[in-house]
């Protein structure tokens, strides 16, 4: 199904989390983007989301805000996961998260390749309820034993494009397949070629189709 880009409205009127929303205000942003005020409320209302967005419309907020709202702060469990394509991606959506997160009790760790695993096993032994990583190093910890996601009820996958560019196909499909069956899939991408839509078909249910042009915040 389609959603059409509404008006902007006020973060206030999107019905997020108070912590969050008092978070975003602190940010200094007081309207949604184009692409918020259409992708909020449907993730919110627990609606698979197909977003065809470019970097800089504002994506990362556009799931951050609603995933934050939604999670479970009394539990340590891992219950949201973002993969990127890259290290630097990673790190600027799991900053993002805890921007966002900032009044909630909450641990964000970023996972990836070409760093130590050291800190990211001592991460995720405290326990981390939204992990961003590659999909390499998620899988990596997957193999491990270090990452448990039996209990996770969100998945973004972020820049999708990037990430079958690069070659992640597989690890991106696997990581779909081991998680739980019954889990809310955001995909964003600023091309729809075939190895996306295959995936789109394949693990998201009737999801809620977005597509942005303009540019604003993030």
């Known amino acids: 199904m389609t959603s059409p880009e509404p ?23 007081e ?6 005020a259409a992708t909020i409320p449907a993730l919110l209302a627990g609606s698979d989301v197909v977003g065809l967005a470019q970097t800089g419309t504002g994506k990362t907020a556009a799931f951050a805000i609603p995933i934050l709202s939604r999670i479970d702060t009394d539990s340590k469990q891992t219950q949201a996961l973002v993969l990127a394509p ?5 790190l600027q959506v799991a900053e993002a998260f805890s921007r966002y997160g900032a009044h909630l009790k909450i641990n964000v760790l970023p996972i990836y390749g070409g760093s130590s695993y050291v800190p990211q096993l001592a991460g995720l032994r405290r326990g981390a309820q939204v992990v961003v990583g590659t999909p390499g190093r998620v899988i990596d910890h997957l193999d491990k034993g270090s990452l ?5 009820d969100y998945l973004v996958l ?11 196909a597989e690890d991106v499909e696997r990581i779909l397949a081991d998680t739980p069956e019954y889990k809310q899939v955001a995909l964003f991408s600023a091309t729809m070629p075939p190895g996306i839509k295959k995936i ?9 189709e977005v597509t942005v042009k303009s540019k604003t915040q993030t």
Do not use: C, W
């Not at 902007?8 to 200094?28: K, R």
């Not at 448990?148 to 996770?152: A, N």
């Open 86 to 90: 890259t290290r630097e991606l990673a």
């Open 158 to 168: 972020d820049e999708a494009d990037e990430m079958l560019q690069m070659g992640f």
């Open 31 to 36: 309207s949604p983007s184009a692409i918020q």
């Open 148 to 152: 448990d996601l039996s209990h996770l």
């Open 200 to 208: 789109t078909t394949k693990y998201l249910h009737d999801p809620v």
């Open 7 to 29: 008006p902007a409205n006020t973060f206030a009127e999107l019905q997020i989390h108070p912590a969050v929303l008092q978070a975003v205000s602190d940010v200094g942003y």
